[in-house]
Structure formats: structure tokens, C-alpha cells
């Protein structure tokens, strides 16, 4: 279907033919795309008794503090999936999967509000959602649903809750950007085919942890850091919005890289991004748009998952610089930033 199109057609096109795995697949994408619309509007409109980000006073699946916002988005996404008959379904924000219809064909991992200590700051925030089709064992063992590669997923995509309301989505043939017009409260499909430009010398990283990186992402960053004078011979700019969503969105339309790498603070050896519904979506659009995603040296959508929380190092972008990054882990002696030429990274990294 072309530009100009709505979600409906889309989902005509790349999912509904395809038998009643294609027609679960396009009811849950309908009821996820209801659910987002009524969190978009709360999102926008004045709250009324304290700021948006008001505390719930309760914690997560990772123990991270929700907000009310975290809560209204789980309700929101939770009854509009069990209302599309999905299998099974795992949440950021629950500590164990679940079995919503036995007889149901998709699993669904979600993390129904990416980006929450954003909600404050006005800055976007999103929805990411990974869908898996239905194992047999999930009826006795939820979980079991989702120890399947990313490799397995049959679609994946994320909301954003930007200036303006986006899905950005893949069915396995492609990435598609389509945004909410709130004048036919509809998503209309802006453009298929979506690449991540190749040649953007940007980088994405929370800099404050530079003190914590293991030396092949410090010495990544150096690189990128010393601009012209360094072994890159070119400057790059820095971004880093602190929402996955917004990040990873901003590297589909203009290109760059984003690292969350793991590190040596307790409980951050497998970075901060959880694999099943924060790292596999990403990674999946990130290949359908020519680009790549590894946890530094491994693709991640290879991984085999062990636990519905597991975290991951995440490194996604374009091709070529993950794969620069792949080097400089697999580099177990790198040398010293101020040698001739810079060593080898200079003369086959430059
Ligand atoms: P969340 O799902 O609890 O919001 O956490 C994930 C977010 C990502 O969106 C973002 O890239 C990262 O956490 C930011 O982490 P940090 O605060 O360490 O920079
Ligand atoms: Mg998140």
C-alpha cells in the first residue's frame, strides 16, 4: 500500500493475508494502536492534581520506582492485548509472564512506557512491543513463550510520544514510519522502505559513565571525541535523550550510533536495556533498516533469552559503525591513543 495510507491498509497488506497468524497479528496491532492513541491523549492533556510524572509509589519488575504514568500505560496496553486474544504476555512492568488465551497464536513482550524519568522533562517517550508467535509449552510455562530468539520475532516496532504521536514498525519485509493525524484520529502511513542513512558521525551514550565503560567503549568514544585530530579524522556530534524510543528514532531518520554497554557498576555488567521487549524490537527494526544492532560483539538477535527481565548490552545503528565497535571489543590490546599514526586503529580505522 502507499504513502498516505492507513495502519488498516497496512496491516491488509503485510499482515491479514497471510492466514489466522497474520490475522492475530493485525487485531493485536488494532487494539495496541487504541491503547496507544488513549495514552498519547492523556500524555497531552493537563493532568490534573500534580505533574504527569507524579510517583506511584510502587516498583517494578527491575525495582525501578513506577510512576503513575507507568501504570495507566500497563492497564492501557495489558487489557487492549488480552482483548485481541494475544497467548501470552510479559511486561516491563509485571514480574512474571503470563497466559492471557491458551489457544492464542502471538506472545507479546512490551514495555508499555520507555523513557519514564522523561515524563517530567516534557522530553518524548514511547511504547515498544516485540511479538512472537505461541509456543505449546506457554500454557504450562508462560515464560517459556519468550526464550525464543529475537531472530523468531514475527513483527516488532515502538510508539513514540513525541511533538508528534509515531509508530515505527516492521512486519520482517521492512521498516514503516506512520504517525497519528489527530484530525482522523488514525495512523497514516507516512513511508515504507525506511533505511538508516549510512554515513551520520553521531554517537549516543550517557557520557556520565564514561568512568565505568570497559576500555574498547572508552576508547570507541575517545575516537569519536578527538574528531579531526583523532584516528576518525572526522567530528561527531553527541546526542543522548535519555528515551531509547527518542534515540533510536532519531538514528532511523538521520543515521549515528547508540551504545548502553555493560560496565563495571554493580548490576550494570549487562547494561541498563532489558533484551526481550527494549533490545530484540530495536535490533529487529534496526536490521530491517539496513543497519545492525550486537551486545558489542554478538548480534542480538542470535541470542538465546534465559529470564523475562535479563538485561543486555546494546550497541544499534548503522552497519558499519557497529561493526567498527565489534573491532574495537574484539581489539584485546588496543593501542595507546598517542602512538604513530595511532597504532592500528589508525590505519585500519581511520
Ligand atoms: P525505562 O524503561 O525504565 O525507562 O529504562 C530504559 C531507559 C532507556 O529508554 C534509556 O536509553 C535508558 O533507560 C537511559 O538510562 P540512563 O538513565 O542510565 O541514561
Ligand atoms: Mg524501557
Known amino acids: 500500500m502507499g504513502q498516505g495510507g492507513t495502519l488498516d491498509g497496512l496491516l491488509d ?17 488494532v487494539c495496541m494502536a487504541g491503547a496507544a492513541k488513549a495514552l498519547s491523549v492523556l500524555i497531552a492533556t493537563p493532568p490534573v492534581g500534580g505533574r504527569l510524572g507524579a510517583k506511584a509509589g510502587t516498583a517494578n519488575s527491575d525495582g525501578d520506582q513506577q510512576k503513575k504514568l507507568d501504570i495507566v500505560a500497563e492497564d492501557l496496553f495489558s487489557d487492549s492485548l488480552r482483548k485481541a486474544g494475544i497467548g501470552a504476555y510479559l511486561s516491563e512492568e509485571v514480574e512474571e509472564a503470563t497466559v492471557f488465551h491458551p489457544a492464542g497464536l502471538l506472545a507479546v513482550a512490551i514495555d508499555p512506557l520507555d523513557g519514564s524519568s522523561n515524563i517530567d522533562v516534557n522530553a518524548p517517550i514511547g511504547t515498544i512491543f516485540s511479538i512472537l508467535p505461541m509456543v505449546a509449552e506457554a ?3 508462560p515464560a517459556s513463550a519468550f526464550r525464543q530468539p529475537g531472530r523468531k520475532q514475527l513483527a516488532a516496532g515502538f510508539f513514540i510520544y513525541g511533538p508528534q504521536t509515531s509508530l515505527v514498525v516492521t512486519f520482517g519485509k521492512g521498516v514503516h514510519l506512520l504517525v497519528l493525524s489527530p484530525e482522523l484520529n ?3 502511513l507516512v513511508e515504507s522502505g525506511i533505511t538508516i542513512p549510512p554515513d551520520m558521525p553521531e554517537y549516543a551514550i550517557n557520557a556520565s559513565n564514561y568512568r565505568h565503560w570497559h576500555e574498547p567503549v572508552q576508547t570507541y568514544i575517545d575516537d569519536c571525541v578527538r574528531g579531526e585530530e583523532g584516528p576518525r579524522g572526522r567530528n561527531f556530534n553527541m546526542r543522548w535523550i535519555g528515551s531509547m524510543v527518542a534515540d533510536a528514532y ?6 549515528g550510533i547508540f551504545l548502553y554497554p555493560g560496565d563495571k557498576r554493580p548490576g550494570y555488567e549487562q547494561g541498563r536495556l532489558r533484551l526481550m521487549y527494549e533490545a530484540n524490537p530495536v535490533a529487529f527494526l534496526a536490521e530491517q533498516a539496513g543497519g545492525a544492532a ?10 538465546k533469552p534465559h529470564s523475562p527481565h535479563q538485561r543486555v548490552p546494546f550497541v544499534m545503528g548503522s552497519a558499519d559503525k557497529v561493526e567498527r565497535v565489534r573491532e574495537y ?3 584485546l590490546n588496543p593501542p595507546t591513543r598517542d602512538a604513530p599514526l595511532f597504532g592500528r586503529r589508525g590505519l585500519l580505522r581511520g
Not at 497488506?13 to 496491532?29: C, I, M, N, T, Y
Open 13 to 29: 497488506a503485510e499482515a491479514r493475508a497471510s492466514g489466522p497468524v497474520g490475522q492475530a497479528l493485525a487485531e493485536a496491532f
Open 139 to 141: 500454557v504450562a510455562d
Open 186 to 188: 488514525d495512523f497514516v
Open 250 to 255: 532519531r538514528i532511523f531518520m538521520r543515521g
Open 294 to 303: 550486537t551486545d558489542g560483539i554478538d548480534n542480538i538477535l542470535d541470542r
Open 329 to 331: 571489543y574484539l581489539d
